[in-house]
Protein backbone atom coordinates (compact mmCIF):
# COMPACT_ATOMS: atom_id res chain seq x y z
CA UNK A 1 0.00 0.00 0.00
CA UNK A 2 1.49 3.32 -0.90
CA UNK A 3 1.73 5.62 2.06
CA UNK A 4 -0.68 8.54 1.58
CA UNK A 5 0.93 11.80 1.96
CA UNK A 6 -1.54 14.10 0.16
CA UNK A 7 -3.71 14.85 3.27
CA UNK A 8 -0.31 16.12 5.31
CA UNK A 9 0.96 20.23 4.78
CA UNK A 10 3.40 22.15 6.69
CA UNK A 11 2.68 24.05 9.78
CA UNK A 12 2.85 27.66 9.14
CA UNK A 13 4.77 28.27 12.23
CA UNK A 14 7.01 25.37 12.97
CA UNK A 15 8.26 22.37 10.99
CA UNK A 16 5.47 19.64 12.10
CA UNK A 17 2.88 18.35 9.80
CA UNK A 18 -0.63 18.82 10.07
CA UNK A 19 -3.10 16.23 8.77
CA UNK A 20 -5.77 18.13 6.56
CA UNK A 21 -7.81 14.96 6.64
CA UNK A 22 -9.16 16.15 9.99
CA UNK A 23 -10.51 19.68 10.69
CA UNK A 24 -7.08 22.33 11.61
CA UNK A 25 -7.07 25.36 12.38
CA UNK A 26 -6.00 27.80 9.20
CA UNK A 27 -4.33 31.21 8.68
CA UNK A 28 -5.34 33.91 6.86
CA UNK A 29 -2.64 33.10 4.01
CA UNK A 30 -4.32 29.72 3.54
CA UNK A 31 -1.70 27.53 5.58
CA UNK A 32 -2.01 25.37 8.44
CA UNK A 33 -1.62 25.16 12.28
CA UNK A 34 -0.60 22.44 14.37
CA UNK A 35 -1.93 22.29 18.34
CA UNK A 36 1.21 23.38 19.40
CA UNK A 37 0.98 27.09 17.27
CA UNK A 38 -2.86 27.34 17.56
CA UNK A 39 -2.32 29.09 20.85
CA UNK A 40 0.19 31.53 19.51
CA UNK A 41 -2.45 33.14 17.07
CA UNK A 42 -5.47 34.91 17.24
CA UNK A 43 -9.03 33.73 15.80
CA UNK A 44 -10.58 36.00 13.72
CA UNK A 45 -14.30 36.39 15.25
CA UNK A 46 -16.17 37.02 11.68
CA UNK A 47 -14.44 34.27 9.22
CA UNK A 48 -12.80 31.58 11.70
CA UNK A 49 -8.94 32.24 10.45
CA UNK A 50 -6.24 32.65 12.54
CA UNK A 51 -3.62 34.91 12.14
CA UNK A 52 -0.93 36.56 14.66
CA UNK A 53 -0.57 38.49 17.62
CA UNK A 54 -0.32 42.23 16.39
CA UNK A 55 -0.45 41.39 12.48
CA UNK A 56 -4.06 43.32 13.17
CA UNK A 57 -5.76 45.64 14.44
CA UNK A 58 -8.65 44.69 16.18
CA UNK A 59 -10.51 41.20 16.76
CA UNK A 60 -10.94 40.73 12.87
CA UNK A 61 -8.80 39.98 10.24
CA UNK A 62 -7.94 42.37 7.53
CA UNK A 63 -10.31 40.54 5.08
CA UNK A 64 -13.44 41.36 7.37
CA UNK A 65 -12.10 44.44 8.99
CA UNK A 66 -13.50 46.68 5.97
ZN1 LIG B 1 3.28 24.39 14.43
ZN1 LIG C 1 -11.70 37.35 9.13
Same mark, same amino acid.
Given at each position: MAQ? +??HF?? @?EN @? +??RVSTYN $???Q +???GN $?? @?KSCVSSYE? @??RCGLHYKFGETNGAYCQECDD
Open positions: N +TDEK @C @C +TN $YNP +TIR $YL @CV @CA
